[in-house]
Nanobody, 121 residues
Framework: QVQLVESGGGLVQPGGSLSLSCAAS????????MGWYRQAPGKQRQLVAS??????????NYADSVKGRFTISRDNVKNTMYLQMNSLKPEDTAVYYC????????????WGQGTQVTVSS
């Protein structure tokens, strides 16, 4: 059974940094997309960053609101995905979720439990 466990959230001041981790247990075959989403109170869940599997390590994609500040990465040996967040802003406050879609046409959809990130002075 596949489980995704996130860690690294917390409270940080504006301009600060946090690093989120998402460790996957169990074997996941044919990963298509790995991504980080966030959901702020009263708002829809939004895709923040993703890695689409493909040649040369895949393609990285970011929401416009986080480009240049956030970096998504993966460690295949550790089965872990990361989100490095720099220059954090109060509007980055949200619950952050990791997600992996795998299998034919990404039919398997795995989610972490979420980790709270609060940016406040």
């Amino acid at each position: 059974q596949v489980q995704l466990v996130e860690s690294g959230g917390g409270l940080v001041q504006p301009g600060g940094s946090l690093s989120l981790s998402c460790a996957a247990s169990g074997r996941i075959h044919s990963i298509k997309i790995m991504g980080w989403y966030r959901q702020a109170p009263g708002k829809q869940r939004q895709l923040v960053a993703s890695i689409i599997s493909g040649g040369s390590g895949g393609s990285l994609n970011y929401a416009d609101s986080v480009k240049g500040r956030f970096t998504i990465s993966r460690d295949n040996v550790k089965n872990t995905m990361y989100l490095q967040m720099n220059s954090l802003k109060p509007e980055d406050t949200a619950v952050y979720y990791c997600n992996i879609r795998a299998g034919v046409a990404g039919k398997f959809d795995y989610w972490g439990q979420g980790t709270q990130v609060t940016v406040s002075s």
